[in-house]
T-cell receptor, first 111, second 114 residues
Framework: DAKTTQPTSMDCAEGRAANLPCNHS???????VYWYRQIHSQGPQYIIH???NNETNEMASLIITEDRKSSTLILPHATLRDTAVYYC????????????FGTGTRLTIIP | ETGVTQTPRHLVMGMTNKKSLKCEQH?????MYWYKQSAKKPLELMFV???????INESVPSRFSPECPNSSHLFLHLHTLQPEDSALYLC?????????????FGEGSRLTVL
């Protein structure tokens, strides 16, 4: 699976949009971009995933660049409960069982 | 509530003890995983079971022994552990083939080895 690069940490004011970047310049054509988050001492939680089109669900939006070498996770109205470590992961399609986590971005929402 | 339940949530054991961690899911998933998360380190994949068969073993020491008796239950048997094995052990499940690739994680079992 391709490697990703994320900033170590970010701050965001409560109520503002949190934009978390991820670089995956070596992504292959059949690899998807997944985002998970881990709130302190809990298991990771799936947020969203996409292949090449932008995606939106009730939690977040995922913007993938046209060349697919980078993406941005957007939390539209951040709350204090969004404080967590956010992981960007690329992996081959749905049949691949291996999900490899990196160090992620520690997002802190400031009141 | 993810539908994946892990017990116990906390476990303290000596280096000579034998204990087991249990994971249970009733989501109809066909793949189950064990991950290890040590302090200030990324999650490390340990084992993957697919349709009750071990499909991935990430060169885990033999003092960790997984067992998947059916598609709903996963165990991690522990024996003669070392203090550096102290960590949060996370279980996850996924639909496997035909699914979206989403993993559902339990809350984890925090293990302390004395």
């Amino acid at each position: 699976d391709a490697k990703t690069t994320q900033p170590t940490s970010m701050d965001c004011a409560e109520g503002r949009a949190a934009n978390l970047p991820c670089n995956h310049s070596t992504i292959s054509g059949n690899e998807y971009v997944y985002w998970y988050r881990q709130i302190h001492s809990q298991g990771p939680q799936y947020i969203i995933h996409g292949l090449k089109n932008n995606e939106t669900n009730e939690m977040a939006s995922l913007i993938i660049t046209e060349d697919r070498k980078s993406s941005t996770l957007i939390l539209p109205h951040a709350t204090l409960r969004d404080t967590a470590v956010y992981y960007c992961i690329v992996r081959v399609g749905f049949g691949n069982e291996k999900l490899t986590f990196g160090t992620g971005t520690r997002l802190t929402i400031i009141p | 509530e993810t539908g994946v339940t892990q017990t116990p949530r906390h476990l303290v054991m000596g280096m000579t003890n034998k204990k087991s961690l249990k994971c249970e899911q009733h989501l109809g998933h066909n793949a189950m995983y064990w991950y290890k998360q040590s302090a200030k380190k990324p999650l490390e994949l340990m084992f993957v079971y697919s349709y009750e068969k071990l499909s991935i073993n990430e060169s885990v020491p033999s003092r960790f022994s997984p067992e998947c008796p059916n598609s709903s239950h996963l165990f991690l048997h522990l024996h003669t552990l070392q203090p550096e094995d102290s960590a949060l052990y996370l279980c996850a499940s996924s639909l496997g083939q035909g699914g979206t690739g989403e993993l559902f994680f339990g809350e984890g079992s925090r293990l302390t080895v004395l």
